[in-house]
C-alpha cells in the first residue's frame, strides 16, 4: 500500500482511494435524497404526524450539524482512515436500525445515530483524498470526485422514488451492501494520515454546547408549531440560547476551538455565512415540503416526486464551474445578489403547484429557475468563504460554513412549517397542507431575497482566488439539492 501523499491519479492504488470516497460520501449522499421523498410513506406506516416527519429529518441533521466539527478533529487526531471507516460502520448499523424500526420513535433515534455516522464520515472523506493526493494530482483527484459525487446526487432521487414504491425500509436498507464494499476496500487499499501538528487536545465542552443548544432549540421550534408556547417548549428554547451563548464563550478561551473567533473577525466572512444561514435555511424548507406537496396535493408517485429535483442537480453539474469561474473574474458580489433573487423567483412560481399539476408546465420552469439562481450563487458564496479566512484555517473556515448550512436547514425545518401552519396530520389532508406549503414558500422567499441584501451590502471582492481551493469548494456544496448531506465532505 503506497504511503499518504504519494498516490498518484491513473494509478490503481489512486483509483481505490477515490472509490472509497466517492462510495462513503455518495452513501450519506443519497440517503439525504431518498428520505424526504420517504416521508409520505413512512407517516402513514407508522401513524405519524408532521411533527414526527419533521424530527425524523431534523433527528439527523441535528446530531450531524452538532458533530460534525468534532469529527474532523478525531479524524486528524486519531487517523483519518480509522475515524473514516468507524463512520461508515456506525453509519451502516444505524441504517439497519432505521430500516427495522417498528415505531416512529425509535425511527427517530436511530435517524438521530445515523447523524453520528454521517459526522464521523463525512469530513473523512475529502480529507482523505487531500492527504492520499499531492500538487496537480490532488487538483485531479478533487474534480474526479466531485463530478463523480454529482452523479450519485443524480442517481438519488430516480433510486429512492424506486425504493419508496417498493418499501420505505428499503431506503435505509440500500446502505448496508455499498458500507461493506466501502469498508473492506478502505482497510485494505486506503493508506492512513493524521495531522501531526494538530492543537493537542478536543473541544469537548464546545460540541456538548453546541449540540445541547441546537438540540434545545430545534425541540422548543418544533413543538411551537403545534402546541403553541407550552412551558417545556419556553424552558427548552431559554436552555438553547444560553447553551449558545456559553459555546461563543467557550470558543473565545479554548486554546484549541472548534471555531476560530478569529475568522469572524473577518467582515467578508461573517457577511457569507450570514448569507449560507439564509440560503440554507429557506432550501431546507422547500426540500422536504416540496416532495410532500407534490405526493398529497399533485397527486405524484414517490418516484416522480423524487426526480422533480433533478433538473436542479443538472444544472449544478453542468455550469457550477462556469460560475465559479465567472464570479472569479467580476467578483463574487453581483453573483450572491442576483443568484438569490432568482431562486426566489422559482419559490414563486412553485406557488402553481396544485391539485392536478402537470411536470412539464407547472413543476419544471419553477424548478429550472430555482436550480438557475443556486447555480449562479453556490459557487461563489463557498469560494468567498474560504478567500475571506486565512490560509491556516482554510480547514476551518469551510467546516464552520458547513455547520451553518446544516443548523440553517435544521432550525428553518424546525420552525417554518408551524410558522405556516402545518401540524398534525396536514401532511395527509391537501387542502390544510396546500395553504400551508403557499405560506412556506412566500416565507423562503423572503429567506432567499434577504441573503441577496445582505450580499450586496456587505460582499466585497475578496483578494486573489485561489484555484484549487475554489474548486474544493464546489465540490463541497455539489450536493447542494440534498441539504441532509455535507457541504463540506
Request: hydrophobic share 55%; charged share 10%.
Amino acid at each position: 500500500m503506497a504511503e499518504a501523499g504519494e498516490l498518484r491519479m491513473g494509478t490503481a492504488a489512486g483509483r481505490w482511494v477515490l472509490l472509497t470516497t466517492v462510495l462513503g460520501s455518495g452513501m450519506v449522499m443519497i440517503d439525504g435524497t431518498v428520505v424526504n421523498v420517504a416521508l409520505v410513506r413512512i407517516g402513514d406506516d407508522l401513524g405519524a404526524g408532521f411533527a414526527d416527519l419533521q424530527w425524523t429529518v431534523n433527528g439527523y441533521t441535528l446530531t450531524l450539524a452538532s458533530l460534525i466539527l468534532l469529527g474532523g478533529s478525531l479524524a486528524d487526531h486519531l487517523g483519518r482512515r480509522r475515524v473514516f471507516v468507524i463512520g461508515v460502520v456506525w453509519f451502516a448499523l444505524a441504517s439497519l436500525l432505521c430500516g427495522l424500526a417498528p415505531n416512529i420513535e425509535i425511527l427517530i433515534a436511530a435517524r438521530a445515530l445515523q447523524g453520528v455516522g454521517g459526522a464521523l464520515l463525512t469530513p473523512g472523506s475529502l480529507a482523505l483524498i487531500s492527504a492520499s493526493f499531492h500538487g496537480p494530482d490532488r487538483s485531479a483527484a478533487i474534480g474526479a470526485w466531485s463530478g463523480l459525487g454529482g452523479i450519485a446526487g443524480a442517481i438519488g432521487p430516480f433510486l429512492g422514488g424506486f425504493l419508496v414504491e417498493w418499501t420505505w425500509r428499503a431506503v435505509f436498507l440500500i446502505n448496508l451492501p455499498i458500507a461493506a464494499v466501502v469498508v473492506a476496500v478502505a482497510v485494505k487499499h486506503v493508506p492512513e494520515s493524521r495531522d501531526v501538528e494538530s492543537a493537542p487536545g478536543l473541544d469537548v465542552a464546545g460540541t456538548v454546547l453546541a449540540a445541547l443548544g441546537l438540540g434545545a432549540l430545534t425541540y422548543g421550534l418544533t413543538g411551537l408549531g403545534s402546541r403553541g408556547p407550552a412551558p417545556d417548549l419556553l424552558a427548552a428554547l431559554a436552555v438553547g440560547v444560553v447553551a449558545l451563548a456559553g459555546f461563543v464563550l467557550v470558543e473565545r478561551r479554548s486554546s484549541h476551538p472548534l471555531v476560530p473567533p478569529a475568522l469572524f473577525r473577518n467582515p467578508v466572512f461573517s457577511a457569507a455565512n450570514a448569507a449560507t444561514l439564509l440560503i440554507y435555511g429557506a432550501l431546507g424548507v422547500v426540500f422536504v415540503l416540496l416532495v410532500l406537496q407534490l405526493q398529497t396535493v399533485a397527486g405524484f408517485s414517490p418516484l416522480e416526486a423524487g426526480t422533480s429535483l433533478l433538473p436542479v442537480t443538472v444544472l449544478m453539474l453542468l455550469f457550477s464551474a462556469r460560475a465559479g469561474a465567472l464570479a472569479a473574474r467580476i467578483g463574487p458580489r453581483l453573483p450572491m445578489t442576483i443568484g438569490p433573487l432568482v431562486s426566489a423567483c422559482g419559490l414563486l412560481l412553485m406557488l402553481r403547484i396544485g391539485p392536478g399539476a402537470s411536470w412539464v408546465t407547472d413543476v419544471l420552469p419553477a424548478v429550472l429557475v430555482f436550480g438557475a439562481g443556486l447555480t449562479v450563487t453556490v459557487s461563489p458564496l463557498t469560494a468567498t468563504v474560504l478567500d475571506a479566512a486565512p490560509d491556516r484555517f482554510a480547514g476551518s473556515a469551510s467546516g464552520v460554513n458547513n455547520a451553518v448550512a446544516r443548523a440553517a436547514g435544521l432550525l428553518s425545518v424546525a420552525v417554518v412549517p408551524g410558522v405556516a401552519g402545518i401540524a398534525g396530520e396536514d401532511y395527509t389532508r391537501p387542502d390544510a397542507f396546500a395553504a400551508g406549503f403557499r405560506t412556506s414558500m412566500f416565507i423562503s422567499a423572503g429567506l432567499l431575497v434577504l441573503a441577496s441584501l445582505v450580499s450586496f451590502v456587505f460582499i466585497r471582492r475578496p483578494r486573489t482566488p485561489a484555484p484549487e481551493r475554489m474548486r474544493i469548494e464546489e465540490c463541497l456544496h455539489c450536493d447542494v439539492t440534498s441539504p441532509q448531506v455535507h457541504p463540506n465532505a
